[in-house]
């Protein structure tokens, strides 16, 4: 068992639909959690960053963190086709060495 | 790409045969990272370095080697390539620890023939 799974997708959606993006996780050490977007061949680059439990909201992304279930999610409202990327999960424990990705789920967002 | 190029961008190569591949950056930070992407796999780090000549291993180092002789350059090389290191290759850098400051770069695509 991987110690980060995500659902690969893909996921279709219409141009303004709400959006939910999830993983689970088995190491309860980990404590950061991070999502990064990536557009097609090109590096990721980091969207949102959660220490700990709770919520976090950046415009129209919001990272959720509940270690109690070991499950993270992000959610973007209003969906843009720009918005059209592979999304990774990624979480670690203190030391940044020793980050954990998900497998990425791809998203494409229709106008 | 955060002043981070990798090179080349593109390689075929046959097994058996050693490759190198650079990352360099202009941004002065101290750690720099190698990490491979695969299908179903999300990324994986290979190796690291904390500064100049420090490098350690990460979670999937076998088959790989590293070298920072300068702190904007960090050389990944596989001695002898095969095809199960066909994949792609980001390079990352962080100025500190912090988890929220890791850039990476574009990307070299590898194929192993």
């Known amino acids: 068992q991987k110690e980060v799974e995500q659902d690969p997708g893909p996921l279709s959606v219409p141009e303004g639909a709400i959006v939910s993006l999830n993983c689970t996780y088995s190491n309860s050490a980990f404590q950061y959690f991070m999502w990064y977007r990536q557009y097609s061949r090109k590096g990721p680059e980091l969207l949102m960053y959660?220490?700990?439990?709770g919520n976090k909201e950046d415009g129209r992304f919001t990272a959720q963190v509940d270690k109690s279930s070991k499950y993270i999610s992000l959610f973007i409202r209003d969906s843009q086709p720009s918005d059209s990327a592979t999304y990774l999960c990624?979480?670690?424990?203190?030391?940044?060495?020793?980050?954990?990705f998900g497998a990425g789920t791809r998203l494409t967002v229709k106008p | 790409d955060a002043g981070i190029t990798q090179s080349p961008r593109h390689k075929v190569t046959e097994t058996g045969t050693p490759v190198t591949l650079r990352c360099h950056q202009t941004e002065n930070h101290r750690y720099m990272y190698w990490y491979r992407q695969d299908p179903g796999h999300g990324l994986r780090l290979i190796h690291y370095?904390?500064?100049?000549?420090?490098?350690d291993k990460g979670e999937v180092s076998d088959g790989y080697s590293v070298s920072r002789s300068k702190t904007e350059d960090f050389l990944l090389t596989l001695e002898s390539a095969t095809s199960s290191q066909t994949s792609v290759y980001f390079c990352a850098i962080s100025e500190s620890t912090r988890k929220e400051t890791q850039y990476f770069g574009p990307g070299t695509r590898l194929l192993v023939l």
């Open positions: 990624a979480m670690s424990s203190y030391n940044n060495n020793d980050m954990r």
């Open positions: 959660t220490y700990s439990s």
């Open positions: 370095s904390y500064g100049v000549k420090d490098t």
